[in-house]
């Protein structure tokens, strides 16, 4: 399987549910890859997968909303669709709060399947941009010292070099050479992009 494709995983405990979306998918030119149970599944399941998961709730062993945890946990970027015949208002509402893109109930019509994937397939992309953002800016972050660090939360906030020199202890001078090599390490253009960068890293610049 590679990770460039996406494909549909179905997580469902009847066969005759996983084969008949199975093939639906088939005809439609999805890839798909069955699963008769979320142990199966979390067995060959790979943080690069690409694509969404039809996840049924009643199942035995994990359920669907404990894989839905166990996948939140991992920060899987398959969004879930539930498909399932035992569902009601509060677990829907509990499995939409939980981050599942879509709740259906069996039987689904064909036309409405097709819809809620692919705007999972979308999300997936969404997701999965968002990640490489982040990535990117830590590993840029990654390279700063631990002086430059507190220089850029400082710079962040708005702080301007004489206050950051006299907060830090250090010159002023030497708070314009930390300044000169954090906008180099991190490729910011001015301090806005760097206040992006820093956030979009997980940097809480109030701290």
């Not at 494709?5 to 999805?30: M, W």
């Not at 800016?137 to 400082?154: D, N």
Request: proline content about 3%; some cysteine.
């Amino acid at each position: 399987m590679t990770s460039q494709h996406p494909f549909v995983f179905i997580v469902d405990d009847e066969p005759a549910v996983r084969d008949s979306l199975a093939l639906l998918l088939k005809q439609e030119g999805i890839s798909v890859q069955a699963f008769e149970n979320a142990e199966t599944f979390l067995s060959t399941y790979q943080p690069d997968y690409k694509g969404c998961i039809i996840l049924d709730i009643r199942m035995p062993g994990i359920d669907g909303m404990q894989l839905q945890e166990k996948l939140s946990y991992c920060k899987c970027m398959m969004p879930i669709i539930f498909l399932t015949g035992h569902g009601d208002i509060p677990m829907s509402v509990r499995a939409m709060k939980a981050g599942a893109i879509d709740f259906l109930t069996k039987p689904i019509t064909r036309a409405k399947l097709l819809a809620s994937i692919q705007s999972a397939f979308l999300e997936s992309e969404k997701l999965i941009a968002a990640n490489k953002h982040n990535q990117d800016a830590l590993s840029r972050l990654a390279s700063l010292t631990k002086r430059e660090h507190e220089v850029m939360q400082l710079a962040i906030q708005g702080c301007h070099n004489k206050e950051i020199a006299f907060r830090l202890g250090i010159s002023f001078r030497t708070v314009e050479i930390h300044r000169s090599n954090i906008m180099h390490k991190t490729g910011a253009i001015n301090l806005l992009d760097l206040a992006r960068i820093a956030y979009e890293s997980g940097l809480n610049a109030s701290t």
